[in-house]
């Protein structure tokens, strides 16, 4: 299996510029996290999805911030308009229900710098 | 109070000794318990996962679980360089299916 996949793997974008992560998870995992890691704050959850649908978006900084998942493949983080604080490592995970008491797998991450 | 806390460390030992990493979490109803290392610019993976009372070995690692005491560690035994990361202690909860809640990280740093 190939794993997390996350894409960009880097991303260094001016203010104001609408910034969008994408992230396929492990095929037949049903549960999909967004995480924001920061030296300041740690490793956040921003949102999660079960079956693609949001279970819990109570992370997500404001509104400049939104995830979807139209398929069981595929996810998106957008950050619109984007800012400075933004500027962080952003991580895919996914897990499946019931396997070893739903062990998450994280993709490489995406590094954000937003100037 | 934080729903997971971890000895913030940094940790700094000696190659060939026992590093002992500490974490408590709030939440009595607590199930599954995880221990994740990062190292330095890559991503967390899991090395230790627990659910019962008592301890749970794998090779140098043991994971030491007491629900009593709301309380779980992790022991590197015979640390080496390569054991040098952060660890990330992580509970899922009783009653959210799914989400893990994570610790700050102990930064470990092993010395030859």
């Known amino acids: 299996d190939a794993g997390v996949i996350q894409s960009p793997r880097h991303e260094v974008t001016e203010m104001g510029q609408e910034v969008t992560l994408r992230c396929k998870p492990i095929?037949?995992?049903?549960?999909l996290f967004w995480y924001r890691q920061t030296m300041m704050r740690g490793l956040e959850l921003l949102i999660y999805?079960?079956?693609?649908?949001?279970?819990?978006d109570s992370g997500m900084p404001e509104d400049r911030f939104s995830a979807k998942m139209p398929n069981a493949s595929f996810s998106t983080l957008k950050i619109q308009p984007s800012e400075p604080r933004d500027s962080a490592v952003y991580f895919c995970a996914s897990s499946l229900a019931g396997e070893q008491q739903e062990t998450q797998y994280f993709g490489p991450g995406t590094r954000l710098l937003v100037l | 109070q934080k729903e997971v806390e971890q000895n913030s460390g940094p940790l700094s030992v000696p190659e060939g000794a026992i590093a002992s990493l500490n974490c408590t979490y709030s939440d009595r109803v607590s199930q599954s318990f995880f221990w994740y290392r990062q190292y330095s610019g890559k991503s967390p993976e899991l090395i230790m996962s627990?659910?019962?009372?008592g301890d749970k070995e794998d090779g140098r690692f043991t994971a030491q679980l007491n629900k009593a005491s709301q309380y779980v560690s992790l022991l590197i035994r015979d640390s080496q360089p390569s054991d040098s990361a952060t660890y990330l202690c992580a509970v899922r909860r009783g009653s959210t299916l799914g989400r893990l809640y994570f610790g700050r990280g102990t930064q470990l740093t092993v010395w030859p």
């Open positions: 095929s037949g995992h049903d549960y």
């Open positions: 999805f079960n079956n693609n649908v949001p279970i819990d």
């Open positions: 627990i659910y019962s009372n």
